[in-house]
């Protein structure tokens, strides 16, 4: 572990395949999993990988579920994903992070979904999540999303202030705030007030640069809106350039 904690990637790496090759161990293939991950660009499918020999070495071991999980979210594929979560839910019913992850799963298209009991057990997943361990800022972030695309504003909103609390210098949790107060309540000022403090906490967080130049639309600042915007796109936000080209979200900005 000693490797991992001073950021030495390539040692680490071979100290954990070394320990596999002497005994394989589901514990071991996670770590090596987590380290190709915080260690390396581009080693996600090994990483991934990884996590099946766990699964492979114990078949019951949560914490390869739940990573696994996580993986296959991350890339996409959220149908894959979803059973990795529920079986490590059966193996631990109080494992806090993987209630968070499904219930994230199961409430992502709360506006949209026609199975409203599916959206309603995302909700009860996430509210477990934070009972079972308050001081987990996504659980905080989900459970407002959720609450959010419920309808249920006042509600959500001291959950997305809790996760910054939790999370002070955390850009991205400070740009959802911002980005919450701009669309679900139109609390422009204080909205603008968290977004540019998520881009000075992190200049080079690309969400924080959309969700001020979505708000900046909204409020009318083409100029400024323009200049976040193609920042957010320099930085490899996918998103970016629809939100500048989105000829509907400016004319309602001008009131056209």
Not at 78 to 104: N, Q, S, T, V
Not at 154 to 162: C, G, I, L, Q, S
Not at 209 to 220: A, E, M, N, P, Q
Request: charged share 35%; hydrophobic share 40%.
């Amino acid at each position: 572990m000693g490797y991992l904690e001073l950021g030495d990637g390539q040692n680490a790496e071979r100290c954990f395949r070394e320990a596999l090759k002497r005994k394989p161990s589901p514990e071991v293939w996670v770590l090596l999993s987590g380290t190709l991950l915080e260690l390396f660009d581009e080693r996600e499918t090994e990483a991934r990988d990884c996590l099946y020999q766990a699964l492979e070495c114990d078949p019951n071991y949560d914490e390869a579920h739940y990573n696994l999980g996580c993986s296959l979210r991350i890339a996409g594929d959220w149908d894959a994903a979803e059973p990795h979560f529920r079986r490590a839910l059966e193996i631990d019913p109080e494992y806090a992070r993987a209630h968070a992850e499904l219930g994230f799963l199961l409430i992502r298209d709360f506006a949209t979904h026609e199975d409203r009991e599916r959206q309603t057990t995302g909700l009860c997943h996430l509210q477990r999540s934070v009972e079972l361990d308050p001081h987990y800022g996504w659980s905080h972030v989900y459970l407002g999303a959720g609450l959010a695309a419920a309808g249920r504003l006042r509600e959500a909103r001291p959950h997305h202030e809790r996760a910054c609390e939790i999370w002070p210098r955390d850009a991205l949790t400070r740009a959802l705030l911002g980005d919450f107060l701009s669309v679900k309540l139109a609390a422009d000022a204080e909205a603008e007030k968290h977004l540019r403090h998520a881009v000075e906490l992190d200049p080079e967080e690309d969400a924080a640069r959309l969700y001020l130049g979505r708000h900046l639309i909204r409020v009318g600042r083409m100029a400024e809106a323009r200049r976040e915007l193609l920042e957010a796109d320099r930085l490899g936000n996918k998103d970016a350039l629809a939100a500048l080209n989105d000829r509907d979200a400016i004319r309602r900005a001008f009131d056209v």
